[in-house]
């Protein structure tokens, strides 16, 4: 499909990556966004193009998007624990009231709608690796329940518009992605352990390192969007790379990779810290022929490239989790 597209939380770090594929196949973009965890740097080298518009607004209140829409993607909401955990009311606000508000301007432009859920709506998995039928294990009243049970709800009433309504939808489930253009201050795992790496602190293991989790590099996850976005399915489809690490041999890796002298140092466990998380994606390997490509060495390579560039244009510092 080519045609207008907004992106909600386009200037995200996912977001931005699927501004940039949609404008280069020749999508119109309007991006959406209050930069409340994202920046204008991600998507400030689009902004003199004629099919990119950007759109500051918080989309919890109102999407303010003129004009006929073919998609509509919602990614707006902060994604990275400390970044959630910083917004607990916004955070369930965009799941609920800006999913609603999304859903609602495509209804209005009989546009697709793809929801950017996670693989947090599995919590912490009894099941493993986690297929799109298990129901999951989530703590509705811990810390993170605002993220988890936001994006569950998001779920819900997305699939209700689509029963009731007929609006066309289309729901991914994304794991743990990683690459270029993530803040050093958001606090996920492989921003903190390559900036620590490259500054030579060292990196902060929560708990023993047991835990694992599955990192997909971003392009290939930006791949699995747009094939949902183009695809007559309404999911829900996991999209991941189901090659799983503990958090302990990441952080060697890392150290490994980057040539650092870091140590490792433990920290506690936060609570309700899933302990491990593994994608089934045999249906995104059979309705979108779908499945990511980049070895962990090399995604990895890439994003310490990036944030090397970054800290000497100065914005690794820039703010990024606030409070409410
Ligand atoms: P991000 O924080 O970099 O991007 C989110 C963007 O949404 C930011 O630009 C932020 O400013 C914007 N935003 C937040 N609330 C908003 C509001 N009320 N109105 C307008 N804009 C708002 O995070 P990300 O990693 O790019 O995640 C993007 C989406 O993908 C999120 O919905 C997240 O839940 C989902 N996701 C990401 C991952 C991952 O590993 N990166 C995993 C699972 C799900
Ligand atoms: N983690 C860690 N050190 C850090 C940041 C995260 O050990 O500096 C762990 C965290 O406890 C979790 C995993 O790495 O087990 C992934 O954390 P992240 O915040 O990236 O994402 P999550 O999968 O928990 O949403």
């Known amino acids: 499909m080519t045609g207008r597209v907004a ?55 109102s ?43 495509a209804e209005r432009n009989h546009a697709r709608f793809l929801l950017a859920s996670t693989s947090e709506v599995y919590g912490d998995p009894a099941v493993h690796p986690q297929p799109e039928s298990y129901w999951g294990n989530v703590n509705p009243v811990g ?29 991914v489930r994304i794991f743990n992605t990683y690459g270029p253009r993530l803040r050093t201050d958001d606090g996920r795992v492989v921003s903190n352990f390559l900036a620590q790496a490259l500054r030579g602190d060292p990196l902060t293991v929560y708990g023993d390192g047991s835990q694992t989790r599955s990192l997909c590099y971003v392009d290939d996850e930006v791949g699995g969007l747009v094939a949902m976005l183009d695809a007559s399915v309404t999911g829900p489809v996991n999209l991941g790379n189901p090659d799983e690490y503990t958090v302990l041999e990441l952080a060697r890796t890392v150290i490994e990779l980057t040539g650092s002298t870091s140590t490792i140092v433990h920290r ?28 962990l060495a090399v995604g990895l390579a890439r994003t310490a490239e990036a944030l090397v560039a970054e800290q000497r244009l100065g914005s690794a510092s820039e703010p990024g989790a606030g409070s409410e």
């Open 7 to 61: 992106v909600l939380g386009g200037a995200g770090f996912l977001g931005s990556h699927l501004c940039d594929r949609l404008v280069a196949r020749g999508d119109e973009v309007v991006c959406v966004d209050d930069f409340s965890t994202g920046r204008r740097a991600n998507v400030a080298h689009l902004l003199g193009n004629p099919a990119f518009t950007l759109v500051e607004a918080d989309v919890s209140t």
């Open 63 to 105: 999407v303010p998007v003129d004009g006929s829409l073919d998609a509509v993607c919602h990614l707006a909401s902060p994604a990275s624990p400390p970044d959630y955990l910083a917004r607990p009311l916004a955070t369930l606000a965009v799941g609920s009231e800006g999913t609603r508000l999304a859903l609602e301007l």
């Open 143 to 171: 810390p993170r329940s605002v993220y988890d049970e936001a994006k569950r709800f998001s779920e819900a009433l997305t699939f209700a518009h689509h029963r009731s309504r007929g609006t066309d939808v289309g729901v």
């Open 268 to 295: 506690p466990l936060p609570t309700d810290d899933p302990a491990r998380r593994r994608p089934d994606i045999s249906l995104a390997r059979q309705l979108l022929r779908w499945e990511p490509t980049t070895p």
